[in-house]
């Protein structure tokens, strides 16, 4: 999937890798897509709750050796 920006957000906890996302989506423009890296089982579970609250799309997500990969599009 094509992406306009990447967020490295391994070896990070809940919190950090939905506020560094926030921040990420906060600087760049509607439509643009943020393909997000996390280690953080919890992260599935966040980015589906941070997307239905805050109106940003998520376009898709995976798992592959532990890793979890998301693609949010940006309201």
Same mark, same amino acid.
């Given at each position: 999937?094509?992406?306009?920006?990447?967020?490295?957000?391994?070896?990070?906890?809940?919190?950090? #890798?939905?506020?560094?996302?926030?921040? +990420?989506?906060?600087?760049?423009?509607? !439509?643009?897509? =943020?393909?997000?890296? @996390?280690?953080? #089982?919890?992260?599935?579970?966040?980015? +589906?709750?941070?997307?239905?609250?805050? !109106?940003?799309? =998520?376009?898709?997500? @995976?798992?592959?050796?532990?890793?979890?990969?998301?693609?949010?599009?940006?309201?």
């Amino acid at each position: 999937m094509n992406f306009d920006k990447e967020l490295d957000a391994r070896g990070l906890n809940c919190p950090l #890798p939905i506020l560094r996302a926030k921040k +990420a989506l906060a600087e760049m423009l509607s !439509g643009q897509v =943020l393909h997000i890296i @996390s280690t953080d #089982p919890g992260s599935i579970k966040d980015f +589906a709750a941070f997307a239905r609250q805050t !109106g940003n799309e =998520l376009l898709g997500s @995976s798992e592959n050796n532990k890793e979890f990969e998301f693609f949010m599009k940006r309201k």
